[in-house]
């Protein structure tokens, strides 16, 4: 690959590959399972990316495992009734269509392993985005540092990654023990729980204890809400949860020189990501992309009233089509709300819509979105949230 035998594009990946390799003193590579690619949104990426990924794709690269792709910056389907704009869809869709030319499956979604991307224990992956990175890592057990766009590119089109970091057994033992004092409940608990921890996490693997398990697990969207919140605040890839996550009764997987982190208020988290923003115009769920679970929540909670505030919930598409099949969007819709595919809306083109203040259950869209979309936030529960599109103001307690 590297001297050029396979073409232009292959050795491209494979220098970028070793380039990486090298700087973080790796030993070898290894084979990946499957690979998650980012870097999808037109906002982002500009001409000068797609320009790059169309060149690269010209040069012959393929990708040789499974890849799938993060969300892009509209609904490709809906963007028109949405109110997003004709050139920014058109681009958008030509970034979608490039990474469709190196074999990509355009799930644009960030929840891969939601949609058929849902690695076992020990795989060796590169992924990008953070919260499916520590998802990965931490719920399934799988191996995978924070690769950016052109590496997880790379990976894919080589079907290699370099062994450093979260790759190797002794970068994956935990040196931050999190004594949770406090109860933690609501996904946005966990959301406020996360991004206390990742604040304080300064480059540590957390090992959380006293958290509240049900049976032998927590539900899928409570531990993804609490992955992407420290993925968020403090880059964190990786936590193990005593009694809940594969890795965590592996034995010295506490590093003995470990720290110790007591969480027994979570109001300073939700103190920190709440505006005093009052009229809501835009309820968004599906921060990482909801699954089935979350959509009927919504749907239960939403109950046949009509909604004031525009409500999304973001989803992959597959996920859309299930949803769809079991009369979950037809009842979300009834109330004025949306089901949207392919779309973020950290990444999307807010200043395009008319809206001012967004309400959210999502730690990691909370964090985001003043900076990315430029406008006010109200974090909560998901009662309190659709309590807020309902009526249009943020709800005194709930
Ligand atoms: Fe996913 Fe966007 Fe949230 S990529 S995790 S919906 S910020």
Not at 181 to 206: E, I, M, Q
Request: glycine share 10%.
């Amino acid at each position: 690959m590297l001297n050029g035998n396979l073409g232009p594009g292959v050795r491209k990946a494979m220098e970028i590959v070793v380039a990486l390799g090298r700087i973080f003193g790796a030993r070898r590579l290894v084979k990946v399972e499957s690979v998650q690619v980012a870097g999808v949104s037109y906002r982002n990426l500009g001409e000068a990316g797609l320009e790059f990924l169309n060149e690269w794709a010209n040069q012959g690269a393929r990708v040789r495992v499974p890849t799938t792709l993060n969300p892009a910056g509209i609904d490709l389907r809906a963007w028109r009734e949405m109110g997003f704009s004709e050139s920014f869809a058109h681009s958008q869709q030509a970034v979608v269509e490039a990474y469709r030319r190196f074999g990509i499956r355009p799930t644009c979604t960030c929840t891969p392993y939601l949609v058929g991307n849902a690695p076992g224990v020990g795989e060796h992956l590169a992924w990008a985005e953070s919260s499916a990175v520590s998802y990965a890592n931490s719920v399934l057990g799988a191996r995978t540092n924070r690769e950016g766009g052109p590496s997880a590119l790379a990976a894919a089109i080589t079907g290699r990654t370099a062994a450093y970091g979260l790759h190797l057994d002794e970068n994956r033992r935990a040196t931050l023990l999190v004594d949770v004092r406090c109860p933690v409940r609501a996904t946005s608990d966990f959301g406020a729980l996360g991004y206390l921890v990742g604040k304080a996490a300064r480059n540590r693997v957390p090992y959380f204890v006293g958290l509240e398990v049900v049976g032998h697990g927590l539900p899928v969207p409570l531990l993804k809400a609490l992955g992407a919140a420290m993925a968020a605040s403090g880059a964190v890839a990786l936590y193990h949860v005593a009694g809940v996550t594969p890795e965590a009764d592996l034995p010295g997987i506490l590093s003995p020189d470990h720290e110790t982190l007591i969480v027994d208020d979570l109001r300073p988290a939700y103190d920190a990501l709440n505006s005093d923003a009052h009229q809501i115009d835009l309820v968004w769920f599906g921060c990482p992309h909801a699954g089935m679970a979350e959509m009927a929540e919504v749907a239960r909670l939403l109950a046949g009233r009509q909604v004031k505030a525009a409500l999304w919930i973001t989803t992959a598409r597959e996920t859309r089509e299930r949803a769809k099949a079991e009369g979950l969007v037809g009842a979300i819709e009834a109330s004025g709300g949306r089901v949207v595919a392919d779309m973020c809306a950290v990444v999307a083109p807010m200043q395009e819509l008319p809206f001012r203040a967004l309400a959210t259950p999502s730690a990691k869209g909370a964090t985001y979105i003043p900076s990315h979309a430029g406008l006010a936030v109200r974090y909560g529960t998901v009662e309190r949230c659709v309590e807020a599109a309902v009526s249009g103001v943020w709800p005194g307690n709930l």
